[in-house]
Structures are given as structure tokens and as C-alpha cells.
């Protein structure tokens, strides 16, 4: 669904990603990972609409996507995370998922002004998804918090449930399993892979968490100093000698 | 420290010196066609050194006397205890509205008449800070040019009026569109913009205003103004001794009651209590509607809410043309209101007090807001003895609330969304 062909992203002299090339079935999981500064990132700004790319073409379900306007690459149902999380600090947490369905339920100023019952049934329904959600990543309970009082990992998994209710068919993860202990990532784990049975949808993932990133991906991009390394499932990936070569340096 | 305390105080009363000597210590004064300079008697002189010992003593004791103010207790000794049950004090703050606003009603007749021509000046600057809270509150615009847009609302009835003879009526929602779209036309450039940028740059559309309407005199007759602004009629009822309008009856007539220069006080009081209170509550609609989470995400964090399929240019015009609307509200009433207008009403110093009262009240809280209004307007009229230092009291509150109070009188509270559990 997603193809990605020889992107290269140049910051005047600086060629951060070079002829990088990857594609998502649907139903899969695909990482990027690399060492840091490899250029992973700035794959994902491309991606998301973030940077107009230099170079390539990305394709969305056979749509040119590369160059659009960032609001209207996530309107196609390409979603992404942050490697920092980026919450409505301020706003409640059922707030944050509410901002999300912004799509879903733009009715007209008048119809919200007089609550015609379309309006409220839009709502309801929003509201409903909202509390899905909460429910399903353990955050029911503090529904009316300020987003920013959560805890660092309560406030990842937020993040993706923000995501999640704007229906994405393709979620982008940048670095999920930061900042999180073993049994957080482990959770984040089991969410991840019931996101793409349950939910159908693919996952592109950049991360450092090895064991996160071999258990469930299905295949494996490897990117070093913006060019492609290596590509292939987990088992294949483990065993290139490039790989470990850029990962322990050169022996 | 102690030695860098005693520099540092040192250098704030030396500082104090040579700024307060030359502006308070010397007179120029006419004597015949020339103008000489005198020095000022010697009680001047030892005030502006006694001033300056007090800057000296304020930054050379200011860790204890800060300390102090701190330990001085709340201003809202609740502010420790455990919130009330959230569905209880929405009941009771809704309660509580409605009871002031039904006194708000009935006041105009009790009071006299000045009083209720301050009361409808201070609701004009409700409408203008509740719209503009809806800019700088909620959407985190700083928009230091407002005051054009009241200035649209107010010229548009004033223009209307004098070259088509429109009535008030007519002229309140053609004033506020006419100023929406304004903030349209004025918020597409600019909104690429952030913070510091888009500040400067609203400062300068709102003088672009202001001089526009200054200098095209054909039109609006400059520096003189506009005159003889009709007053609002009730159902063709006029409010004058004598009817201006063919086909107008009087007020005091239909009614059979002696005339009196009270009733269109009173009536122009309730008409701007009546808008005053629509406006809160369109805007207070607004912030639980998708437009106003948006609003909201965007000042937030821009990048997350254009991930999420927010369009940045539409969230933000929305903001400034919704904000706009209200201000040509304000601006229609206050033109009715003066019955004479000029550019001079519109100058900066009007979008600054308008943004002092929607910091000063918290921003994004309405309550806030609207208490802000009334202090900010009420509080330089009862200092009339000393209309000198209004400005200097003014600042120095403005000082002292935001040492105190950063977040403002009342600062905005989320609402509460209840959510039920999904099977």
C-alpha cells in the first residue's frame, strides 16, 4: 500500500537521506532501523509531509503523495507519532482523541451552534470511539486529566490512541518504546501487533529496542548515514554482515 | 551577594535618578515668546532623591520583601482544598450566572445615570475581550491590533448611517460581518506567522487602519469624525424628545410617560447587556465544538495537530475572523453609544487594554475575562483623582498580578466529558 522509491532529502550541503527505497504490504509491520543520525527520521518527515523531499517519489496506495500538505497526507490515513511526544499538554485526555476526530465530525459552525441532532449523534459518536480507545490502551480512568500530568509512558500510549481514532490505514511509530521500562515495551509490544490483527492496519516503525523491533516486524529496513544498508526479515537482517558491521563499527 | 545586592541596588536608584530628575526636576516655561528653563523648588528635588532611596532599598532588601509577599496568605483561601463534584458546580456556577445576569437586568434602574453609561462602555469591552480572548486565549495568537476590527464594526454604522440613512438594526450584523471579513482578508497574510512576527504584524494592520481612516477624508472625515449617529429604536420607537425619522413614533409618547434623557441610557445598556451576553454564550458554544478544540490543539502544539489532518491556515482564520466578528459587534454599539465618532477611539492603546484585561483575567476563561472588563474599566474612573498616575496604578497592577497571580484572576478550567464504557 505504501511504496516509497529512491527518496533522497538534502539540507543544502548536507544529504540526509540518499535514494532510499521501501515499500508496506497491507497487514504488515515494516521497521527502519540505524544507527543514530542515519536518516531515519527525516525518511519519516518525507513520509508524513513534514519536508517536501528532494528527491523520489512515495506512493500511497498508488497515489503520489511526496510534496502534499501535512494535514492532507494524515486526511489519506497516513498517521504518525513523535519521537518526543507531542500531547495537548494542557487539553484532557479524552480532549486530545476528540482533536483527532476533527475530520470525522467537521459539521458546520451553525449546525454545533444549535446542536441539531446530526451534530449530537456526530458527538456521541466520537465520544463513544474516544472511550474505545482509552479503554483499550488503560486510560478510561483518566479521561479528564490534563494530558501533560500523565506519566511518560501513559503518555506514549495516548499517542497512539490518538492515532488510532482518526482510523488510520497506515500508523508511522517513531521510536514507541522510548523511554519506556521492559514491562511498558512489552505492553507497547502486544499493542502494536494487535493493532495490525485487530485492527488492519500496517505499522511502519523506527526504533532502537532490538528485541521490540525483531519480534514483531515482519521485514526490516536498515538505513546507515541516509543510504540503505540492508532489507529483509528479522531472521535475515540478524545474520547480514553489513548490518553488524555498521551497528559494532568495523572490526 | 551581598556586594553584588548592594551594586545592584546601587545602580536601580542611580538609574532612577537620571530618569526621574530630568522629567520632574526641570520646567520649561513660557515667559513672553521665549521659553526658559528652571530648576524645580526643593521639595521636588527631595522627592525624586527620596524615590530613588526607596528603589535603592526595594532591590537591596527585594529576596525578604518577595518572600513576604508570597507568605501573605491566598487570594482564594479555597484555592487548597478539594475541588467540589464536578456536576455540582456546574449547577451552581450556571445558578450563579443567571442570577447576575437577571440583575445585571434590573440594575439600570436603580443606579443613576452616569453609572449606567459606565456600565455600557464596560460591556462593550466585554464583547471586544471576549472575542479577542477567542484569538489570544484560545487559538494563542498574539494579536496586538484588534482594535481595527472595532474600529470597522464602528465606521461601518457610522459611514452606513450618514450616506444611506441605515438604522441600527440593520447595521449590527452588517457592522460584524463587514469586520469578519476584515479579519478574513487581514488574517490570510499574516497567519503564516508566529508569535513575535505575527504580533508586530497585526500592530501594524491595526494602524494601517486607524491612519487610513485618519487621513481619507472625503470619506470619513478625518481627524474630525463622524457626528449624529443615530440612536437604536425599539419597534420604530425613537428615544429622542422629538422624532427624527418620518414614520417613527416616540418613545415617551406611545407610552404616555413624561420624557426622559434615561430611557436611552437604559435601553442602550440593555441592548449591549443582551449582545454582550450572546456573545459569551456563541463563544462558550464554540470552545465545546470541534472549531474550538482545534483552536485550542493548534496553540498547543502546531505540529501534532497538522499530523492529525488539522488544516493550520483554515483553524487559525477561523480564530481571527470569529474574534473579528465580535468586534464589530462592540465597535456598532460603541458607535451608537458616543453618537460621534472618530479615529482617535481606535489607537493602539485600546488593543492594549483589551489584551491586558484578557491576561489580567486568565486566558481562555470567560468568567476571567469578564471580571477583568469590569475592573480594568470601573477601577481607572473611580481613580479619577488622580487621572495622572491612572496609567502608572494601571501598570503597576498589571506588575503585581503577575508576580502574583501569573495564570490570571481566574484561570480556565477544562470541562469535564463524562465517557461511558465501550463493550
Known amino acids: 500500500m505504501l511504496e516509497v522509491q529512491n527518496l533522497s532529502m538534502r539540507f543544502g550541503g548536507l544529504l540526509a537521506v540518499d535514494e532510499v527505497s521501501l515499500d508496506v504490504q497491507e497487514h504488515e509491520i515494516v521497521s527502519i532501523i540505524g544507527p543514530n543520525g542515519a536518516g531515519k527520521t527525516t525518511v519519516f518527515n518525507c513520509m508524513s509531509g513534514f519536508y517536501k523531499p528532494t528527491g523520489g517519489k512515495i506512493l500511497f496506495e498508488g497515489r503520489e503523495v511526496q510534496g502534499k500538505p501535512d494535514y492532507k497526507i494524515s486526511r489519506l490515513g497516513m498517521v504518525r507519532t513523535f519521537q518526543h511526544v507531542r500531547l495537548f499538554s494542557q487539553m484532557t485526555v479524552v480532549e486530545n482523541l476528540l482533536v483527532a476526530q476533527h475530520r470525522h465530525l467537521n459539521t458546520n459552525l451553525i449546525s454545533g451552534l444549535i446542536k441539531t441532532p446530526s451534530y449530537r449523534t456526530k458527538e456521541q459518536k466520537s465520544l463513544d470511539r474516544a472511550a474505545y480507545w482509552l479503554d483499550r490502551v488503560g486510560l478510561l480512568d483518566l479521561a479528564n486529566r490534563e494530558a501533560g500530568n500523565l506519566a511518560y509512558g501513559q503518555q506514549r500510549r495516548l499517542e497512539i490512541a490518538r492515532c488510532m481514532v482518526t482510523e488510520p490505514k497506515l500508523l508511522m511509530l517513531d521510536e514507541p518504546a522510548a523511554g519506556l521500562n521492559p514491562a511498558e515495551t512489552k505492553e507497547l509490544n502486544q499493542l502494536i501487533v494487535s493493532l495490525k490483527e485487530d485492527y488492519n492496519v500496517s505499522v511502519v516503525l523506527i526504533e532502537h529496542d532490538m528485541s521490540l523491533v525483531m519480534d514483531i516486524s515482519d521485514r526490516i529496513n536498515v538505513i546507515n548515514q541516509g543510504r540503505p544498508l540492508a532489507s529483509g526479515t528479522p531472521e535475515e537482517i540478524r545474520q547480514n554482515d553489513d548490518v553488524i558491521k555498521a551497528y559494532l563499527g568495523e572490526a | ?423
Open chain 2, 1 to 423: 551577594m551581598a556586594a553584588n545586592n548592594f551594586r545592584h541596588a546601587l545602580f536601580c536608584a542611580f538609574i532612577t535618578l537620571i530618569i526621574s530628575y530630568p522629567i520632574i526636576g526641570f520646567n520649561l516655561e513660557a515667559q513672553g515668546i521665549n521659553v526658559t528653563l528652571t530648576g524645580a523648588d526643593a521639595s521636588t528635588i527631595v522627592m525624586v532623591l527620596l524615590a530613588a532611596l526607596i528603589v535603592f532599598l526595594f532591590q537591596m532588601f527585594r529576596e525578604q520583601i518577595m518572600g513576604g509577599l508570597k507568605s501573605i496568605p491566598h487570594p482564594l483561601p479555597q484555592s487548597n482544598k478539594e475541588p467540589m463534584a464536578e456536576n455540582r458546580r456546574a449547577k451552581i456556577e450556571s445558578w450563579v450566572l443567571t442570577g447576575i445576569v437577571i440583575f445585571a437586568l434590573f440594575w439600570p434602574f436603580l443606579v443613576s445615570r452616569g453609572s449606567v453609561d459606565l456600565a455600557t462602555l464596560v460591556l462593550i469591552y466585554i464583547m471586544l475581550a471576549l472575542g479577542l480572548n477567542v484569538v489570544v486565549g484560545l487559538a494563542g495568537l498574539l494579536d496586538l491590533g484588534y482594535v481595527a476590527f472595532y474600529a470597522v464594526g464602528a465606521y461601518t454604522f457610522a459611514l452606513l448611517s450618514q450616506y444611506t440613512g441605515i438604522s441600527f438594526w440593520l447595521a449590527l450584523p452588517i457592522g460584524a460581518l463587514l469586520a469578519a471579513l476584515f479579519g478574513l482578508v487581514l488574517g490570510f497574510p499574516v497567519l503564516r506567522l508566529r508569535g513575535d512576527y505575527l504580533a508586530i504584524v497585526t500592530l501594524g494592520f491595526g494602524e494601517i487602519i486607524r491612519i487610513l481612516l485618519n487621513n481619507w477624508t472625503t470619506l470619513t472625515g478625518g481627524p474630525n469624525g463622524i457626528g449624529g449617529i443615530p440612536d437604536p429604536t425599539l419597534f420604530g420607537m425613537e428615544f429622542g424628545r422629538r422624532v427624527k425619522e418620518e414614520g417613527n413614533t416616540s418613545f415617551h409618547e406611545t407610552f404616555g410617560i413624561a420624557y426622559s434623557g434615561e430611557h436611552k441610557v437604559i435601553f442602550l445598556y440593555l441592548i449591549a447587556l443582551v449582545l454582550a451576553v450572546f456573545t459569551a454564550l456563541v463563544i462558550r458554544r464554540f470552545m465545546r465544538m470541534p472549531v474550538g478544540r482545534a483552536w485550542e490543539a493548534l496553540r498547543e502544539d502546531e505540529i501534532a495537530a497538522r499530523s492529525l489532518g488539522l488544516s493550520r491556515t483554515a483553524v487559525k482564520l477561523s480564530a481571527f475572523t470569529i474574534g473579528a466578528f465580535f468586534a464589530g459587534f462592540a465597535g456598532t454599539v460603541f458607535a451608537s453609544k458616543q453618537g460621534f465618532i472618530s479615529p482617535e477611539s481606535f489607537v493602539f492603546l485600546e488593543s492594549a487594554i483589551i489584551l491586558a484585561i484578557v491576561v489580567l483575567g486568565g486566558m481562555g476563561s470567560q468568567i476571567g475575562v469578564v471580571l477583568a472588563a469590569i475592573a480594568v474599566t470601573i477601577l481607572p474612573e473611580l481613580a479619577r483623582e488622580f487621572s495622572e498616575y491612572r496609567m502608572l496604578i494601571f501598570g503597576a497592577a498589571m506588575v503585581l498580578m503577575m508576580v502574583w497571580r501569573p495564570q490570571g484572576l481566574m484561570p480556565m478550567r477544562r470541562i469535564h466529558i463524562e465517557l461511558k464504557r465501550q463493550e
